[in-house]
């Protein structure tokens, strides 16, 4: 498994071994001894997966946890997305700046979120379904959204048109009103 560092600590795009041949592709989606050995994170312990299926232009995001916060591991198994982390810690060199991704079932990618960020993707495709690991469990009353086009984090969506938006991610708050990560 290949890794690479994005500039923002923690953050890691992790790229699969993948074996393929003209019947279709295998590849391990995880394995908790190479996570730790790539990663160099011991005693990650992922407690529910998720799956989610979005259409065109859906933008989920960007969302994080106060209390509970989750670690994630996410992926795209079919489609194309832009996928978003903005660093909540506030001891952090780097709170407040952005990591964007391109995550699709063709290239495989994943990216490890570490608690204390917000997250959220953008649909380029038709449709994605989009797959994530957490390391603890959802909890919506500890759920918050940093708005999506908050201009001081300025973050540049792939975007075609108006973004489809739930009413949740339409209410997300400047950053400068969010609810942040003391001690992570």
Request: charged content about 20%; hydrophobic content about 40%; aromatic content about 12%.
């Amino acid at each position: 498994m290949k890794v690479t560092e994005t500039g923002i600590a923690g953050l890691l795009v992790l790229e699969p071994k993948v074996f393929g041949d003209a019947r279709g592709f295998f590849m391990e989606s995880f394995n908790a001894r190479t996570f730790a050995e790539v990663t160099g994170l011991s005693g990650v312990e992922f407690v529910q997966d998720n799956h989610s299926r979005s259409q065109q232009g859906v933008l989920r995001g960007l969302h994080y946890q106060v209390r509970q916060p989750q670690g994630k591991l996410v992926r795209v198994a079919q489609g194309r997305v832009f996928d978003v982390a903005v660093d909540l810690r506030r001891a952090s060199p780097t709170f407040g700046k952005w990591y964007g991704v391109e995550l699709s079932g063709e290239n495989h990618r994943q990216f490890w979120v570490p608690a204390g960020f917000a997250h959220g993707f953008y649909v380029m495709s038709e449709s994605a379904d989009f797959l994530y690991k957490t390391t603890d469990y959802y909890a919506p009353e500890h759920e918050r959204s940093l708005a999506w086009n908050d201009a001081t984090v300025g973050v540049h969506w792939p975007l075609q048109g108006e973004p489809l938006l739930s009413a949740k991610d339409l209410a997300g708050k400047p950053l400068a009103e969010c609810e942040v990560f003391d001690t992570l």
